[in-house]
């Protein structure tokens, strides 16, 4: 289909929720494009996912000044999940109608120095200024953007879940389609790199966090022997060299690794009863392996084990439906490192249409984040069911 009719096709559905996309090229027909798919309605809060390939901040100029006044807030991505499943170079957005949603967005700068009072002082701030319109009907949750390079991610999710208490947290890091250069996040035109956006949204909708993974320990064991945990660097493994004895472990040369091979045999870490996946970035000339979550020292990990994606995530859905009724929508963050996997497994097309199916919308991330916890290589989100009149 054209880039105009792919968008334009994106609007049938729910009004509670709204989505569309555009492959053109040119900033102010993707931004016509996506609009008129939208549509007038009122709008509480405009998500935007862009590829990088776009100027991020244009985008977001051009899509604020359809809904004066509205919180546009988004960020770059290794790849956007559109109305239609996977794409990418395109502009993708969700408009949350303003009948059903109420959304407060702040900007969080210098995430290395983010602390446990900004966070408290920040949070209330927000909640004050959030319930300044008055009482409404429904549950509030939080959503995060942040920087996929920052390597702040773990500190920022911590001190914001603490501060949040009862309030649910959920988002994704920014991507650059895997050229680890330069992620940004946008709010109302304005980009940042080395930030985040939290947002507190309520809606008398209902609405369900999860987070779905496939891949489960193997009994084969490594500890972390030398690290800069500042970098997420690990210099040895086993007390070898990082690069060379991952290759050993999962059976292949060390010349051969790639992101590919990186998302088809990721390591875990054992926490309160759970594996939480810790992927490897890239592999440096020194044989140093570069993560996108948290190392350090002493860390004791596995080889991981894939178990059946698709029946994982039709599993995921089918409980999604029970807990919320038929959906409205799902807000998808997908680990770019699972995009990769299903490529090389030729599961790309079959995943897509799944998530077409189930309305999910959102992008290919460098990292989940999901309550106090920053992960890697899960599918992670929101639902919201239809529910009835406002």
């Not at 879940?161 to 991507?175: E, Q």
Request: aromatic fraction near 8%; charged fraction near 20%; glycine fraction near 10%.
């Amino acid at each position: 289909m054209e880039a105009g009719t792919r968008a334009a096709a994106a609007a049938p559905g729910g009004e509670a929720i709204r989505r569309a996309t555009s492959d053109a090229t040119a900033v102010g027909l993707a931004v016509a494009e996506v609009a008129a798919a939208l549509g007038p309605a009122p709008v509480a809060l405009l998500l935007l996912f862009c590829s990088p390939a776009h100027d991020l901040a244009e985008i977001a100029v051009g899509l604020g000044a359809t809904w004066p006044g509205v919180h546009v807030v988004g960020c770059t991505t290794a790849g956007e999940i559109t109305p239609f499943g996977y794409r990418t170079g395109t502009v993708t957005a969700i408009a949350f109608s303003a009948d059903r949603f109420r959304a407060t967005p702040r900007l969080i700068e210098n995430l290395s120095a983010f602390s446990f009072e900004d966070g408290r002082g920040l949070v209330h701030e927000m909640r004050r200024r959030h319930e300044d319109g008055g009482p409404m009907v429904g549950g509030t949750f939080a959503l995060l953007v942040s920087d996929g390079l920052s390597m702040s991610e773990e500190r920022v999710v911590s001190i914001l879940g603490d501060a949040l208490g009862p309030i649910p947290l959920v988002g994704g890091s920014a991507g650059d389609d895997l050229m680890f250069r330069e992620t940004k996040v946008v709010l109302d035109g304005a980009t940042r790199r080395d930030a985040a956006i939290v947002t507190l949204i309520s809606t008398d909708l209902p609405f369900q966090l999860f987070q779905s993974q496939h891949f489960v320990a193997s009994s084969e064991k490594l500890v972390v022997t030398r690290a800069d945990p500042s970098r997420r660097r690990v210099a040895e493994i086993n007390a070898e060299p990082a690069a060379a004895e991952y290759a050993r472990l999962v059976g292949i040369c060390e010349a051969d690794l790639s992101p590919a091979v990186f998302a088809a045999h990721p390591l875990v870490v054992r926490a309160a009863g759970r594996d939480y996946v810790r992927s490897i970035q890239r592999v440096h000339p020194d044989g140093s392996l570069s993560f996108f979550c948290a190392i350090d020292e002493g860390l004791v990990l596995a080889v991981a084990r894939s178990v059946d994606l698709v029946a994982t995530l039709n599993d995921t859905f089918d409980g999604l439906k029970r807990a919320v009724g038929p959906l409205e929508a799902v807000l998808g963050f997908d680990c770019v490192f699972r995009y990769l996997e299903m490529e090389q497994r030729q599961l790309l097309g079959t995943v897509s249409n799944l998530f077409a199916e189930n309305r999910v919308t959102g992008f290919s991330t460098y990292g989940e984040q999901f309550g106090m916890m920053h992960v890697n290589q899960t599918f992670t989100g929101i639902a919201f069911g239809r529910g009835g009149e406002p």
